[in-house]
């Protein structure tokens, strides 16, 4: 299983993008997903999860301004951001826990980032 994310790019501040992340490979299915982000010179912080009775959690700093979603159908997770800052760049990674593939192994599992830049 694979997650591919998609979406990221440069925006002037108050813009706004759309982040997606699928997973592609078998999957019986997905506990909860989520996005993360990476500065430079920092660590990895949570950005928002979605479970899969899609109850959500936001970081402070994107309550208000990102709405995360997900299709169970298609395996995806989305994450709706707008009202831009400079401080939200970052590469944004996707991740998928308890995901159950072919193998009926329960794995967790990481996209491979996409760069978001936020210009003022």
């Known amino acids: 299983v694979q997650l591919q994310a998609s979406g990221g790019g440069l925006v002037q501040v108050g813009g706004s993008l759309r982040l997606s992340c699928a997973a592609s490979?078998?999957?019986?299915?997905?506990?909860?997903m989520g996005w993360y982000r990476q500065a430079p010179g920092k660590q990895r912080e949570l950005v928002a999860t979605i479970t899969s009775l899609r109850v959500t959690n936001y970081a402070e700093s994107a309550q208000g301004r990102f709405t995360i979603s997900r299709d169970n159908a298609k395996n995806t997770v989305y994450l709706q951001m707008n009202a831009l800052k400079p401080e939200d760049t970052a590469v944004y990674y996707c991740n998928a826990d308890s995901v159950i593939d072919g193998n009926f192994r329960r794995r967790n599992v990481w996209g491979q980032g996409t760069q978001v830049t936020v210009s003022s």
């Open positions: 490979g078998t999957v019986f299915s997905i506990g909860p």
